[in-house]
């Protein structure tokens, strides 16, 4: 599985970013896809996941809550991260994540990195 991401940026404080990953290769067993950021001397966190089955389930982290929105498109095999609000300390490497089911194993899939940066 391949992926990659797009629509990281400069946006002020308040402003909004929509980012987008688009998934290739064995992507018929994708589970769910998910957005991370990692900050500067900050490990790597969840921010969303939304599953790809029929019955769509989203988890986000508390601090975007109400802020971030994710969205998948199964037809076309992207996910998508709208993001109001931002906030400075929003500002991170944000990075596209894909887990595969094979058998009773879960396979993880990272895309590079797009900056976000939303100073005050």
């Known amino acids: 599985v391949q992926l990659q991401a797009s629509g990281g940026g400069l946006v002020q404080a308040g402003g909004s970013l929509r980012l987008s990953c688009a998934a290739s290769?064995?992507?018929?067993?994708?589970?769910?896809m998910g957005w991370f950021r990692q900050a500067p001397g900050k490990q790597r966190e969840l921010v969303a996941r939304?599953?790809?089955?029929?019955?769509?389930?989203?988890n986000y982290a508390d601090s975007v809550k109400g802020r971030f929105t994710i969205s998948r498109d199964n037809a076309k095999n992207t996910v998508s991260l709208q993001m109001n609000s931002l906030k400075p300390e929003d500002t991170a490497v944000y990075y596209c994540?894909?887990?595969?089911?094979?058998?009773?194993?879960?396979?993880?899939?990272w895309g590079l990195g797009t900056q976000v940066t939303s100073p005050a």
């Open positions: 994540q894909a887990r595969v089911l094979s058998g009773v194993s879960l396979y993880t899939y």
């Open positions: 290769g064995s992507i018929s067993r994708i589970n769910d």
């Open positions: 939304v599953t790809s089955d029929a019955i769509v389930v989203a």
